[in-house]
C-alpha cells in the first residue's frame, strides 16, 4: 500500500492540491491520480510533511496533457513520457495558481477537450468521456455512481449521461472502426450504473405495476433501463423485459401482471408497431363491472408521427416518469 495516499480528505494546507481535489478537477477517480503516480512517474515535484502529496500547479498540468493525450487514443506509457518531458511553459504551469475549490466542482460546465466534441455540459461529462476513452472501468464506475447519487436519475442522464454517449456515437460516426469498443464499454457500465443506483422498492400492488419491454426487433434497451431506474426512485414497482419482447410474449406479460401502464420502447420506425400498441391497450381484466386497462405509453422516435388515441407520447425522461406516476392509482 502507498502511505503517501491518505490526503485525500485534507483540504489543501500547507499549499497545493490534495490527490482527492486534483482528482476532482480532472474528472477522474483519485485510483487514477496514484496509479499514474506510481506507474509513470507523474507524481508531485514536491511532498509537505513527509507523507502527503500537494500538486502544484505544475503537477497538475502534467495530469491535464496525460489526460488530453490518452483521450486521443495514445498509450498511456507513451502520453505519460510526452507530458513528462513538456517544459512548465509548454504546459501553462506558469499561470496563477488557484485555490483548492470549498466544494466539488462537478456542477460546473466544461468545454474542455476529451477527444470528443462535448460542447456545453457538465464537467463530469468530460471526465467519464476521458475514462470511457481509456477505458478505466473503476474511474468510469465511479464517475457514473458520483453523478447519479449527486443529482439523481432524471438529471444524471439527461445532462451528464446521455450528452457523453452521443458525444462518442459522434465520435464512432466519423471515425470509421475506431472507438466502436469505447461505446460499447460505456453503454456497458453505464447500464451497470443505473442497476446499481435503483432503489429496492417496496412489495407492489396488484394494481399499481408498470411493465417496460422493448417491441419485437427492438434491442436499443439503455433508454428503458434509464426509466426503470428512475421509477424506482421514486417508488413505483416495474416489470422490466428488456429488448425484442415477442408480440405473444408481450401480449402474456401483460395479462400476467395486469400493469397500470405499459411503456413500449421504439427507437426505429421499422419496429413501432401501431396494431401492437393498440391491443395491448384494448387487453382488459377483472371482475366484471371493474374491468381495467392498462395505459400503453409509446416511447423512443420510432413513434413519430401522428398521436393515436388514448396513448399519451412521452418525448423525455423527465415526461416518461411524470406519465407513469399519474397513471397509477393513488
Same mark, same amino acid.
Given at each position: 500500500?502507498?502511505?503517501?495516499?491518505? =490526503?485525500?480528505? #485534507?483540504?489543501?494546507?500547507?499549499?497545493?492540491?490534495?490527490?482527492?481535489?486534483?482528482?476532482?478537477?480532472?474528472?477522474?477517480?483519485?485510483?487514477?491520480?496514484?496509479?499514474?503516480?506510481?506507474?509513470?512517474?507523474?507524481?508531485? =515535484?514536491?511532498?509537505?510533511?513527509?507523507?502527503?502529496?500537494?500538486?502544484?500547479?505544475? #503537477?497538475?498540468?502534467?495530469?491535464?496533457?496525460?489526460?488530453?493525450?490518452?483521450?486521443?487514443?495514445?498509450?498511456?506509457? @507513451?502520453?505519460?513520457?510526452?507530458?513528462?518531458?513538456?517544459?512548465?511553459? %509548454?504546459?501553462?504551469?506558469?499561470?496563477?495558481?488557484?485555490?483548492?475549490?470549498?466544494?466539488? +466542482?462537478?456542477?460546473?460546465?466544461?468545454?474542455?477537450?476529451?477527444?470528443?466534441?462535448?460542447? #456545453?455540459?457538465?464537467?463530469?461529462?468530460?471526465?467519464?468521456?476521458?475514462?470511457?476513452?481509456?477505458? %478505466?472501468?473503476?474511474?468510469?464506475?465511479?464517475?457514473?455512481?458520483?453523478?447519479?447519487?449527486?443529482?439523481?436519475?432524471?438529471?444524471? !442522464?439527461?445532462?451528464?449521461?446521455?450528452?457523453?454517449?452521443?458525444?462518442?456515437?459522434?465520435?464512432?460516426?466519423?471515425?470509421? #472502426?475506431?472507438?466502436?469498443?469505447?461505446?460499447?464499454?460505456?453503454?456497458?457500465?453505464?447500464?451497470?450504473?443505473?442497476?446499481?443506483?435503483?432503489?429496492?422498492?417496496?412489495? =407492489?400492488?396488484? =394494481?399499481?405495476?408498470?411493465?417496460?419491454?422493448?417491441?419485437?426487433?427492438?434491442?436499443?434497451?439503455?433508454?428503458?433501463?434509464?426509466?426503470?431506474?428512475?421509477?424506482? @426512485?421514486?417508488?413505483?414497482?416495474?416489470?422490466?423485459?428488456?429488448?425484442?419482447?415477442?408480440?405473444?410474449?408481450?401480449? @402474456?406479460?401483460?395479462?400476467?401482471?395486469?400493469?397500470?401502464?405499459?411503456?413500449?420502447?421504439?427507437?426505429?420506425?421499422?419496429?413501432?408497431?401501431?396494431?401492437?400498441?393498440?391491443?395491448?391497450?384494448?387487453?382488459? !381484466?377483472? +371482475?366484471?363491472?371493474?374491468?381495467?386497462?392498462?395505459? +400503453?405509453?409509446?416511447?423512443?422516435?420510432? !413513434?413519430?408521427?401522428?398521436?393515436?388515441?388514448?396513448?399519451?407520447?412521452?418525448?423525455?425522461?423527465?415526461?416518461? +416518469?411524470?406519465?407513469?406516476?399519474?397513471?397509477?392509482?393513488?
Amino acid at each position: 500500500m502507498d502511505t503517501r495516499t491518505n =490526503d485525500d480528505g #485534507d483540504t489543501g494546507r500547507g499549499g497545493g492540491l490534495t490527490t482527492g481535489e486534483v482528482a476532482r478537477r480532472l474528472g477522474v477517480a483519485p485510483t487514477t491520480v496514484r496509479s499514474w503516480d506510481r506507474r509513470y512517474g507523474l507524481g508531485p =515535484d514536491a511532498h509537505t510533511g513527509g507523507r502527503h502529496r500537494r500538486w502544484t500547479p505544475a #503537477d497538475i498540468a502534467r495530469l491535464e496533457r496525460m489526460c488530453a493525450l490518452t483521450a486521443n487514443g495514445l498509450p498511456p506509457a @507513451e502520453a505519460a513520457r510526452l507530458a513528462r518531458e513538456e517544459t512548465p511553459e %509548454d504546459t501553462g504551469a506558469s499561470r496563477p495558481r488557484v485555490d483548492p475549490p470549498a466544494r466539488r +466542482v462537478t456542477a460546473g460546465r466544461s468545454r474542455a477537450g476529451s477527444g470528443l466534441r462535448l460542447g #456545453d455540459v457538465r464537467q463530469e461529462c468530460k471526465g467519464i468521456a476521458r475514462a470511457a476513452l481509456r477505458l %478505466d472501468a473503476s474511474a468510469l464506475d465511479a464517475l457514473l455512481a458520483d453523478a447519479i447519487e449527486e443529482h439523481g436519475m432524471i438529471t444524471a !442522464w439527461t445532462e451528464v449521461i446521455m450528452p457523453t454517449l452521443q458525444a462518442v456515437g459522434r465520435k464512432w460516426e466519423s471515425s470509421g #472502426d475506431r472507438y466502436v469498443e469505447v461505446e460499447h464499454f460505456l453503454s456497458w457500465h453505464v447500464s451497470g450504473a443505473l442497476r446499481r443506483g435503483a432503489r429496492p422498492v417496496a412489495a =407492489d400492488r396488484p =394494481d399499481a405495476v408498470a411493465v417496460l419491454a422493448c417491441v419485437p426487433g427492438e434491442t436499443h434497451t439503455l433508454p428503458l433501463e434509464v426509466l426503470a431506474a428512475a421509477l424506482s @426512485e421514486r417508488g413505483v414497482p416495474v416489470r422490466m423485459f428488456g429488448g425484442a419482447l415477442p408480440a405473444g410474449s408481450l401480449v @402474456e406479460a401483460v395479462r400476467r401482471t395486469g400493469p397500470s401502464v405499459v411503456g413500449l420502447w421504439a427507437q426505429a420506425r421499422s419496429t413501432a408497431s401501431r396494431p401492437l400498441a393498440q391491443h395491448v391497450a384494448a387487453m382488459e !381484466w377483472g +371482475v366484471r363491472g371493474a374491468r381495467r386497462r392498462p395505459v +400503453v405509453l409509446p416511447l423512443g422516435p420510432g !413513434w413519430a408521427g401522428a398521436p393515436m388515441p388514448g396513448m399519451p407520447r412521452p418525448t423525455s425522461l423527465a415526461e416518461a +416518469v411524470a406519465a407513469v406516476e399519474q397513471n397509477m392509482p393513488g
